[in-house]
């Protein structure tokens, strides 16, 4: 899939992390890239360095890992359903009551990585699914109109959002 969403596609919030999508390329095999790159750049860390907060209050760098896969998991399912035709509205979600409820202080950066490495797999293998017609369906995820093209895309650039993060406030280079 190389065709990226209209602006009518999903809500001006989720154009933060659209922008960041390459606008060039496959879709899935920007996902595939980015699954490698992001394997690489987080798996020479140490745990001391996962249990890393750049200031009170904010997340650790295992937390930071987490918050990607479990958002990753949640645009997948809403991906899922939408592309699948289900016009059903999908709830929103709340990251920091999802972040209280996490086990990734408790977790190894490896556990970690092998859960990230896991759920993108799961992606991509529904993406391998999709056809053409079901890439450019919409349905209503968080009170907002979103297409399943848009979520891929939402799920590429929230990843890049906070690696960018994890650069420029985590110091990870």
Same mark, same amino acid.
């Given at each position: 899939?190389? $065709?990226?969403?209209? +602006? %009518?596609? !999903?809500?001006?919030?989720?154009?933060? !992390?659209? $922008?960041?999508?390459?606008?060039?390329?496959?879709?899935?095999?920007?996902?595939?890239?980015?699954?490698?790159?992001?394997? *690489?750049?987080? +798996?020479?860390?140490?745990?001391?360095?996962?249990?890393?907060?750049?200031?009170?209050?904010? =997340? %650790?760098?295992?937390?930071?890992?987490?918050?990607? @896969?479990?958002?990753? /998991?949640?645009?997948? !399912? /809403?991906?899922?359903?939408?592309?699948?035709?289900?016009?059903?509205?999908?709830?929103?979600?709340?990251?920091? @009551? #999802?972040?209280?409820? &996490?086990?990734? $202080?408790?977790?190894?950066?490896?556990?970690?990585?092998?859960?990230?490495?896991?759920?993108? $797999?799961? @992606?991509?293998?529904?993406?391998? &699914? #999709?056809?053409?017609?079901? =890439?450019?369906?919409?349905?209503?995820? &968080?009170?907002?109109?979103?297409? *399943? /093209? *848009?979520?891929?895309?939402?799920?590429?650039?929230?990843?890049?959002?906070?690696?960018?993060?994890?650069?420029?406030?985590?110091?990870?280079?």
């Amino acid at each position: 899939m190389n $065709q990226r969403p209209a +602006s %009518s596609e !999903y809500a001006p919030y989720y154009g933060t !992390y659209i $922008q960041l999508v390459p606008a060039e390329g496959d879709l899935i095999q920007i996902l595939e890239d980015q699954l490698q790159r992001t394997i *690489a750049f987080l +798996s020479g860390l140490t745990e001391e360095q996962g249990n890393y907060r750049y200031a009170e209050g904010k =997340w %650790s760098v295992k937390e930071v890992i987490g918050h990607i @896969t479990d958002n990753e /998991r949640i645009m997948s !399912y /809403r991906l899922l359903r939408i592309a699948r035709g289900d016009t059903t509205p999908l709830p929103g979600y709340d990251q920091d @009551t #999802l972040m209280e409820g &996490s086990p990734f $202080q408790r977790c190894t950066l490896a556990y970690l990585l092998e859960d990230f490495k896991a759920v993108r $797999q799961a @992606t991509l293998t529904l993406l391998r &699914s #999709l056809t053409e017609e079901a =890439w450019g369906r919409e349905g209503t995820a &968080s009170d907002c109109v979103i297409s *399943a /093209r *848009a979520l891929a895309c939402v799920i590429i650039g929230h990843e890049l959002h906070h690696l960018q993060v994890l650069r420029d406030r985590y110091g990870i280079q």
